[in-house]
C-alpha cells in the first residue's frame, strides 16, 4: 500500500513545533514552500523526539554554562553495517527534566555537581553524581536492579544523608534521566526505603539515577502536603471517546 503523502503544511507545522526547542527550525516559520530535502529533515527529526517529554528550552547563556546538562538523544540505527548499535545525536538547547513548573530555570551551578534550580516558586539543588553517561547509567541500572546496594546508589544514599544533615533540607527526590521522580522524602529513612521498596524494582533501566533533587527552605520552614503534591502534577487521562461508545450501541440495537 502506498504511503499517504503529507502536505507541505503538515511539514512546516511540525517544523514550527521542532523550533521550540531545536533552534534550527526556526527559520521555517515563515516558509509556505520546502525542498524535498527539507521535508526529510524535518521527518528524520520528529522521528528522533517522537516520545521525548519533558524538554524544557534555555537561552544560549544557560547552554553555554551548563553544557553536560544539554539533552542528547540516542537512537538504535536500524539500516546497515552498524544496525542496532546506538547513536549519539548532538545535544540540543533544551534539558529535560520532569515535574518541574512552568517558572522553570537554571539559576547557577556550586562547582562541578551543584545547580540552582528555580521551579515552582522554589530554590532546588540538584546534585549530579561524577559519571552519568548515558551508557554507563544503562550499565549501571542492570546492576542496580539486581541489587540495589550495588554501584552509585550507594553514592546517592550518601548524598541524600549530607543534604538531611542541614537545616534547609525540606525534602529529598531522585534525580533520574528524565527529572525529578517519584514522591517527596522529608527524612533520609524514608528515602532509603524508598531505594529499597520501589526503585530498584524498576524495569526500565532508561530511567537510571544522575543524583538526587533537594527541596531548599528557610530552617524553620515547613512544606504543606497540598505543596508537596503540586511538585509533581498528576498525569492527565486522555477523554473517552463516547462517539464510539454511541456507535456501537446503534450497532447492537440494529441487530
Known amino acids: 500500500m502506498a504511503r499517504t503523502r503529507r502536505e507541505t503544511a503538515e511539514y512546516i507545522a511540525s517544523a514550527i513545533e521542532l523550533a521550540s526547542f531545536h533552534p534550527k527550525f526556526k527559520k521555517f516559520k515563515k516558509r509556505k514552500r520546502l525542498l524535498p530535502w527539507e521535508k526529510s529533515w524535518i521527518a528524520r527529526t520528529e522521528n ?15 547552554a553555554k ?4 546538562l544539554l539533552y542528547s538523544p540516542v537512537t538504535l540505527i536500524k539500516t546497515g553495517p552498524r544496525k542496532g548499535q546506538e547513536r549519539q545525536h548532538a545535544a540540543i538547547p533544551a534539558v529535560q527534566m520532569a515535574n518541574v513548573g512552568d517558572d522553570f530555570k537554571l539559576i547557577g551551578r556550586i562547582g562541578a555537581h551543584l545547580y ?10 540538584y546534585w549530579k553524581l561524577d559519571d552519568v553517561g548515558t551508557r554507563k547509567m544503562r550499565e549501571a541500572g542492570k546492576d ?3 541489587d540495589p546496594y550495588t554501584y552509585e546508589i550507594e553514592k546517592v544514599i550518601k548524598l541524600a544523608e549530607q543534604a538531611f544533615d542541614r537545616p534547609e533540607t ?5 534525580w533520574a534521566e528524565q527529572g525529578r521522580v517519584g514522591a517527596p ?3 533520609l529513612q524514608q528515602f532509603i526505603r524508598w531505594i529499597e521498596d520501589d526503585y530498584s524494582r524498576y524495569e526500565n533501566t532508561d530511567r537510571w539515577v544522575r543524583g538526587i533533587a533537594i527541596l531548599v527552605g528557610d530552617v524553620n520552614e515547613r512544606i504543606s502536603l497540598r505543596e508537596f503534591a503540586s511538585f509533581s502534577p498528576r498525569r492527565v487521562k486522555k477523554p473517552r471517546d463516547y462517539s464510539k461508545r454511541k456507535r456501537k450501541k446503534k450497532r447492537r440495537q440494529r441487530k
Request: no cysteine; hydrophobic share 40%.
Open 48 to 62: 528522533v523526539y517522537r516520545y521525548v517529554k519533558d524538554l524544557r528550552p534555555v537561552s544560549r547563556k544557560e
Open 65 to 68: 554554562e551548563f553544557p553536560e
Open 116 to 125: 540552582i534550580i528555580r521551579s515552582n516558586g522554589r530554590t532546588w539543588v
Open 144 to 146: 542496580a536492579f539486581t
Open 170 to 174: 525540606k525534602a529529598v527526590y531522585l
Open 185 to 187: 522524602m522529608p527524612s
